[in-house]
């Protein structure tokens, strides 16, 4: 009758070493052990343990700010222009052209214009986050930009009008 009392102490070690190996954080496709006959589950209750999070804890918060939408890009460019043109300038919105950048800021929004008879574009390189907008360049023309300009300040070359 030796088996139940070598059966009992496999189990008492299977516990101390689960034990000990509890502070690893189990990977995604390992299950939750299930009581065996005889012990009681604390499950039901569990208590907060100090030690590495576990990967069902909810995700920390992002390190980067809130994403810019299409619409917030556009209407930013629009309020940093408005005033290099004249007063009955007409933006088109929906005809607007948003390209992301390979330098800081990040954003380049090119928005039409009517103005006098003209078909002009504000021009706008945007960074930073919705509630604290980055403008580092806003400019209103009665000309759209050619494409290579377009290339040229998405790689963030010659921006100062060189």
């Known amino acids: 009758m030796t088996s139940a009392p070598k059966a009992s102490t496999i189990a008492v070690v299977l516990l101390l070493l689960g034990g000990a190996l509890s502070g690893c954080a189990p990977e995604a496709s390992e299950t ?25 804890a909810s995700p920390e918060q992002p390190e980067t700010p809130p994403a810019f939408t299409e619409s917030e890009l556009v209407q930013i460019c629009i309020d940093a222009t408005t005033s290099a043109y004249d007063p009955g300038v007409v933006f088109d919105a929906q005809g607007a052209r948003i390209e992301k950048r390979t330098v800081p800021p990040e954003w380049l929004v090119l928005v039409p214009a009517q103005t006098n008879g003209y078909d ?21 023309s009665i000309q759209p930009l050619p494409e290579e300009q377009i290339q040229r300040l998405i790689r963030g070359e010659n921006e100062g009008g060189e």
């Open 120 to 140: 002009g574009e504000s021009v706008c390189t945007i960074g930073g986050s919705p509630a604290d907008p980055d403008i580092e360049m806003a400019s209103g």
């Open 32 to 56: 939750k052990p299930t009581p065996m006959a005889g012990e009681t589950s604390t499950a039901a209750s569990p208590s907060p343990t100090p030690g590495p999070v576990s990967p069902t």
